[in-house]
């Protein structure tokens, strides 16, 4: 199967850590140049440098806190200087904090809608005259909680979805420029994002992370975590040439967590 990766240009937002550095890497790895982004600076200068060494496509960062319009419309400028094109776009974001309805207030409500979903919209408006030109590829990142509320998550249960109704109709509109748009929904994928959110489980049951751990590995039919790259290496196909016919669609990577049919 040839991906038909080498030479595009990929923007992948949120990418100093987790699967946005793992996205980017296997991108660089299938030759396509890719520019990172976060809001850290000293991070993203690090994972240039380890993702360079993979020898094969060029590594760009921009520093850019993607709740702040301007910033967002800086990076792609920046991207399209550097590049002179984007073909594909990754959009993903930090998670919002953990908790139930009654902790959260309107600023908090205010500040999650902003960065995990209206980074998204903001991100694709500035991207799409450049799609637009020889079409391209979105994926957005969400989480299984598109499929099934996650406990003590309200935050993410709530504007997660609003990104799958975003890319469905996105996936119409934008399908005659052949730009194809699909969600990649990650379960429990090894990051800081997850041990930091079993920590807080762990605290708030008195356990230890260990266990926390284990009781959520028995929900999943695969028996453990899934590791970045293997949640990486879906989202390049989706991103690839090698997808032609997959627009519109959430795929849960997730080892069988999710019981929803
Ligand atoms: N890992 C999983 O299994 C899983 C499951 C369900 C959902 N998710 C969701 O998928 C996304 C990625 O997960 P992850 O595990 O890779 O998370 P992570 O390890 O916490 O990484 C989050 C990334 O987002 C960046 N970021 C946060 N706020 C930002 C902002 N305002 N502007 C620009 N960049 C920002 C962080 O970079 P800086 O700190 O350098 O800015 C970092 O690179 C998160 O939304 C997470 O909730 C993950």
């Not at 890497?25 to 520019?35: D, I, P, S």
């Not at 921009?62 to 792609?76: F, G, P, Q, S």
């Not at 309107?106 to 030109?133: G, M, T």
């Not at 969600?183 to 930091?196: L, S």
Request: hydrophobic fraction near 45%.
């Amino acid at each position: 199967m040839d991906l038909n990766l080498a030479g595009k240009v990929a923007l992948v937002i949120a990418s100093s850590q987790g699967l946005g550095k793992a996205v980017a890497a296997q991108l660089v790895e299938e030759g396509a140049h890719v520019m990172i982004t976060s809001r850290d600076e000293v991070k993203l200068q690090a994972v240039q440098e380890e993702l360079e060494q993979i020898g094969k496509g060029k590594v760009a960062y921009y520093r850019a806190d993607i709740t702040n319009v301007d910033d967002v419309k800086a990076l792609v400028k920046q991207t399209n200087e550097l590049f002179g094109k984007i073909d594909i776009l990754i959009n993903n974001a930090g998670g919002p904090p953990g908790g139930g309805f009654e902790k959260f207030a309107d600023e908090d409500w205010q500040k999650a809608f902003e960065l995990n979903l209206l980074s998204y919209v903001r991100v694709i408006r500035e991207v799409l005259p450049d799609l637009k030109k020889e079409g391209g590829r979105i994926i957005n990142i969400a989480s299984s909680s598109i499929k099934t509320p996650i406990p003590d998550l309200i935050l993410s249960n709530t504007f997660r979805t609003g990104i799958v109704g975003l890319s469905k109709s996105l996936a119409e509109e934008l399908a005659p420029y052949n730009i194809l748009v699909n969600i990649v929904a990650p379960g429990r994928i090894a990051t800081d994002r997850v041990a930091f959110l079993d920590q807080l489980k762990a605290d708030k049951l008195n356990l230890s992370k260990e266990e926390v751990v284990e009781q959520s590995k028995t929900t999943i039919p695969l028996g453990r975590y899934g590791q970045p790259e293997e949640f990486a290496k879906v989202v390049v196909f989706l991103a690839s040439d090698a997808n032609s016919y997959v627009t519109g669609s959430s795929i849960l990577v997730d080892g069988g967590m999710v019981k929803a049919i």
